[in-house]
Each structure stands twice: as C-alpha cells, then as structure tokens.
Nanobody, 121 residues
Framework: QVQLEEFGGGLVHFGGSMRLSCAAS????????MGWYREAPGKERTMVAR???????IYADFVKGRFTISRDNAKNTVYLEMNSLKPEDTAVYYC???????????????WGQGSQVTVSS
C-alpha cells in the first residue's frame, strides 16, 4: 500500500514556525488529494488543510492565514508550513493521501505515522 513518511515536528515557542513534510512512495499508486490532520490530546482527529493535485487548497478556520499547505507532485511530497504557532496548535499531525491503485483499479487512503508538534507558551 501507499507508504507515507513524515518529517519534521518537535518543540517550538509561541509565535514560532515549523515545517512538516510528507513523502508518499509506491510506483503502482497515483497520489491524488493530500492533506494534514491533527489530533490534540483528548480530541478527535481534525482536518487542518488539504490540497488537490492541481494545487487547490482548503484550510480549517483555526489555521487559515497562519498555515500554508503545498505539494511537489514530482516528489509525491506534501508540506505544511506553520506560522504564528499557538499552544492550542499542539497536537500530533498526520499526513493523509488519497490514491489510485493502478494494479487493482481502486482508490484508497493512507496515513502517515504522525508527528508531534508542541508549542510552548
């Protein structure tokens, strides 16, 4: 299946910035929409941002204007640039990718391993 490997994450001070990366692998798969979700302690996983193959984006209201999602289709990689970080942004961030399996002619979805992002006050 599609493998998603995340890079980045860590500890950042209030108001700081952080960049997450997620690379998809698997030559049999065509990567379609990709996105980032986050799961804060005691809360459900929530969509942060998504991006289509063509570059159209959508953001959750709580990150709009602060976060930027982008992708490099040649590298099958999606990025999340996080600016003006707040303590409430603290969560495990998960990369997500919708894909098409060319062998079985089916669509599916995959998740990255999760990256801890902690924003200190």
């Amino acid at each position: 299946q599609v493998q998603l490997e995340e890079f980045g994450g860590g500890l950042v001070h209030f108001g700081g910035s952080m960049r997450l990366s997620c690379a998809a692998s698997g030559s049999r798969y065509v990567i379609n929409d990709m996105g980032w979700y986050r799961e804060a302690p005691g809360k459900e996983r929530t969509m942060v941002a998504r991006i289509t193959t063509g570059g159209r984006t959508i953001y959750a209201d709580f990150v709009k204007g602060r976060f930027t999602i982008s992708r490099d289709n040649a590298k099958n990689t999606v990025y999340l640039e996080m600016n003006s970080l707040k303590p409430e942004d603290t969560a495990v961030y998960y990369c997500n990718a919708d894909y098409y399996d060319s062998v079985y002619d089916q669509i599916g979805g995959s998740w990255g391993q999760g990256s801890q992002v902690t924003v200190s006050s």
